[in-house]
């Protein structure tokens, strides 16, 4: 009778767990399928590329096989001026996001428009690419556009014509890793939080994303529209290396070691001398704070603080 027992109980305990991974897991999934990517997110899925967490082409989350998101003003064929747009740069190998490799994921309009009109159909990740994300002025609906096929702009072209390069898709690998998303959610709640962090997303933000990196407990301001509120570089930089210059009160660690051994201009960075100079300042010993010194190009402070700036 006992034995019995048991194995209706652990049948009912496997349907219950199947019936709420069914609900919370399958079903979201159709809803997302079949309401189609917004704008934001095929701006997303182009700035961030293919998986940003733990994958085999990035085993060390060192935001490897990421594209590169610029800012023209320019044509890089012809170099003649053209309205600001925002261009996404996949050099030779880097892979696609899944909205580019996975037809159910941007929706049915959103990828007609995207083949007929945008050509993305003929990109590959061998060859790489530049693209660009429009909207279709009859129905409003965004697709993205194969720069490459359409206006002739190469990778080596369009980084050269850049004024701007942002490696945010980069950056968002390092807001994985460094654990920014424990105290930082990016899903501003449908409440106060629209006067203060800007309007929540919708369903439709979120398709080709992984992960979303929404949070699971704010602990600190969310992010979601941080670059639109905060857009000073020199600020999001003092930040980082101490918290505590900017705000006296931070319980947000120091991500100093971020910048590595050298600063943009190739000097050792000497820390202990910069703690020495910071508690002097803090004690009050003297009226300026130390300068902190500027990330090289390539370093994963410079990394994360694209990150966060993209974030509009």
Sequence with gaps: MAFREYKIGCMMFGV???????????????????????????KKQLTY??????????????????????????DPVTGKKIDKVDAYVFKPGTHFPNGLTHENIMGKKVLAL??????????????????????????????VEFATATKGWSVDATLKAADQQFLAGSGK?????EGCWWCHTLLPEETQDWQTFGRPPVTGDFNGESPTTFG????????????????????????FFNPRLVQ??????????????????????????WDREFMAYNNGETAYPP??????????????IDFVLNLK
């Design 173 to 177: 690998t390092m807001f994985i890793r």
């Design 49 to 74: 590329g293919w998986e940003s967490g733990f994958n085999y082409y990035d085993p060390f989350l060192a935001g490897k096989d990421k594209p590169i998101k610029v800012t023209l003003t320019h």
């Design 248 to 273: 006296p009160h931070s319980i947000m660690p120091r991500y100093n070691y971020l910048w590595g051994k050298t600063d943009a201009k190739g000097n050792v960075i000497d820390r202990q001398k």
């Design 291 to 304: 300068e902190v010194p500027e990330p090289a190009p390539d370093s994963d402070a410079r990394k994360l």
């Design 216 to 239: 699971s407990d704010r602990k600190a301001p969310d992010l979601l529209h941080v670059g639109s509120r905060n857009s000073s570089r020199e600020w999001m930089t003092m930040h």
């Design 16 to 42: 219950a767990l199947s019936t709420s991974m069914f609900v919370t897991i399958f079903l979201p999934g159709l809803d997302i399928s079949a309401i189609g990517s917004t704008e934001e997110a095929l």
């Design 114 to 143: 995207s083949n007929s009109r945008g050509h993305i159909n003929q990109a590959s990740e061998e060859n790489g690419g530049v693209f660009l994300v429009d909207v279709d002025a009859a129905s409003g609906t965004p697709y």
